[in-house]
Structure formats: C-alpha cells, structure tokens
T-cell receptor, first 121, second 115 residues
Framework: GAVVSQHPSWVICKSGTSVKIECRSLDFQATTMFWYRQFPKQSLMLMATSNEGSKATYEQGVEKDKFLINHASLTLSTLTVTSAHPEDSSFYIC?????????????????FGPGTRLTVT | GQSLEQPSEVTAVEGAIVQINCTYQTSGFYGLSWYQQHDGGAPTFLSYNALDGLEETGRFSSFLSRSDSYGYLLLQELQMKDSASYFCASRGGASASGGSYIPTFGRGTSLIVHP
C-alpha cells in the first residue's frame, strides 16, 4: 500500500531557531502533497498545498515566509518552520496524493504521514 | 467556503453499533470522506462517498445524502480498538488558496468504547 513517512517524528527546539520537517512518499509518486497543523483535540487545519516543481499555495492566515515549503521531487516535500516560537508548537502532518490516481481522476484519497510533534521552548 | 459539523463525542459499549453524523455546507461539493485518527497518530482513510447511498467496508459503512447535505459513518460490532477520533472531510472545490479538490475536515468526533 501507499506509505508516507515523516522525519523527524518529534523535535524540541529553542525559540528563534528553525526546524525542517521532511515528508516522503515511499512507494509512489506524489504530484501533490499537503501540509496540515493540528492542535490538541482539534481538527486538521490545511496550511499549504505543495506541488512538485512549483511554488506552494498557502491558505489564508498562513505566513509563507515563516513556513517555507519546498517540493523538489515527486517523492519529497519539506516544511521549514523559521524563527520558531512557542505558539508554533503543534502536530504537523503531511499527506500525499498518488500521481497515477490523480491523473485518472481518483484524487479523493490522501495518504497521511505519521506526523511530527514540534515543541518550541 | 466549507464547513462540516459533527458531534464532539460519542460513547458506546463493546459489540454495539454507533453512528457518527456529519452535516456540511459547501460552496462546491464532490464527495465525503471519513478518516480515523488514534491519539498521537496520523489519520487513516476509511471511506469515501461520491454518490448518494451506503458504502460498506467490513464493520464500517458510510452513507451520503446530497439532497440533505448529510452523511454518517456507521461502526458495527464495536471493539475497544475503535476508540479514536473520526473526521468527516468534504472533497470540495476551490480552497482559500484557490486550489481544487482540497478537503476540508470537520472538527472530529471522539468515540469512546467501554467494555
């Protein structure tokens, strides 16, 4: 089955530093990857859509200079939280849509990574 | 825009049947998905309804009524391991960023299964 990995699974960093989170599709090519943020007991909030070879599109209220997204290949997207602050502490989850399914029109299913828990002290 | 409403919490006993409802308001709608998420874990896809009616996958079934803007997830023969959060998500049209087929998630329903 389609597997998406994230690295690291958890990270603790000091306020003001930057953190990079990787999202990889292990056994399929992903045309589109999504980045979500989830606070405890809350829903998944879409932050941005990452398309291979083009700039990410950000949702309203998400600072593109703070959350840098790079989708360099069909199997890798990265999210860098720059100048992290305690309020950025959250669970960050990526998901991917399979290229062949998307081209065929079956683009409703997303494969989620295991998530990265970020704690900023 | 899109919004989905679902109950915040549902409790049931092992072996029982439980239904989690989801009502939606969307500017464009293509289908309703359901995801399961255990504490600390990632969401896993359960089902998708594009058309009206019932979709059955083992112990889980999902229903959609487009005319009522309503759907539900039915879980049968509940097991303790079914305790988790369940999210409905709409596959709608353009998101705030202008992208298409971007899902919007409901707030999630915490299912607690008691022995």
């Amino acid at each position: 089955g389609a597997v998406v990995s994230q690295h690291p699974s958890w990270v603790i960093c000091k306020s003001g530093t930057s953190v990079k989170i990787e999202c990889r599709s292990l056994d399929f090519q992903a045309t589109t990857m999504f980045w979500y943020r989830q606070f405890p007991k809350q829903s998944l909030m879409l932050m941005a859509t990452s398309n291979e070879g083009s700039k990410a599109t950000y949702e309203q209220g998400v600072e593109k200079d703070k959350f840098l997204i790079n989708h360099a290949s069909l199997t890798l997207s990265t999210l860098t939280v720059t100048s992290a602050h305690p309020e950025d502490s959250s669970f960050y989850i990526c998901s991917a849509r399979e290229k062949t399914l998307e081209l065929a029109g079956f683009s409703y299913e997303q494969y989620f990574g295991p998530g990265t828990r970020l704690t900023v002290t | 825009g899109q919004s989905l409403e679902q109950p915040s919490e549902v409790t049931a006993v092992e072996g029982a049947i439980v239904q989690i409802n989801c009502t939606y308001q969307t500017s464009g709608f293509y289908g309703l998905s359901w995801y399961q998420q255990h504490d600390g874990g990632a969401p896993t896809f359960l089902s998708y309804n594009a058309l009206d009616g019932l979709e059955e996958t083992g112990r889980f079934s999902s229903f959609l009524s487009r005319s009522d803007s309503y759907g539900y997830l039915l879980l049968q023969e509940l097991q303790m391991k079914d305790s988790a959060s369940y999210f409905c998500a709409s596959r709608g049209g353009a998101s705030a960023s202008g992208g298409s087929y971007i899902p919007t998630f409901g707030r999630g329903t915490s299912l607690i299964v008691h022995p």
